[in-house]
């Protein structure tokens, strides 16, 4: 079974569903994903300076309600709920994330203990909530590697 139809079958079960590092390239998860029928959504902290930016990236990307604060409590919050999407299956996949956890260690080991618990929520729900941090050149997650097959 190659990675696509692995991942075609892992990604609906919500049993499995969490945080994980990803070491094959995101376009198969992408793909994966939209062929299962989730919700698949990028998100480039390439930008991203400190919390206050880490929020702004989930926020733009995820159409959060302008109601949303800024804090970690307010992203808990937006991300246990998502009312304002279509469906009940997400894949979040964190983009660029070595230069914002060589700055602001703290503030991603924070937002990966949220996201964790914000995946045990939806798990808990029967719905799968997914959190892919790619390896880069020279650094990865200090997170579990998907296992495939």
Not at 70 to 85: E, G, P, Q, S, V
Request: aromatic share 10%.
């Amino acid at each position: 079974m190659n990675s696509i139809s692995s991942l075609r079958t892992l990604l609906p079960d919500s049993k499995r569903a969490g945080v994980y590092r990803l070491a094959i390239d995101s376009t198969t998860i992408i793909a994966a994903a939209k062929t299962a029928g989730m919700q698949v959504f990028k998100i480039d902290l390439a930008k991203a300076h400190g919390k206050s930016g880490l929020f702004d990236a989930f926020s733009k990307t995820l159409k959060f309600p302008k109601h949303c604060a800024k804090n970690w409590a307010a992203l808990n919050d937006c991300l246990t709920d998502l009312a304002w999407l279509e469906g009940t299956s997400w894949v979040l996949i964190l983009a660029n994330c070595k230069p914002f956890v060589a700055r602001y260690q703290a503030d991603f080991d924070v937002a990966l203990e949220l996201l964790e618990g914000v995946s045990a929520s939806w798990r808990e729900d029967g719905k799968p909530f997914w959190l892919f941090i790619p390896d880069q050149p020279g650094w990865s997650a200090d997170l579990p590697e998907i296992a495939l097959g």
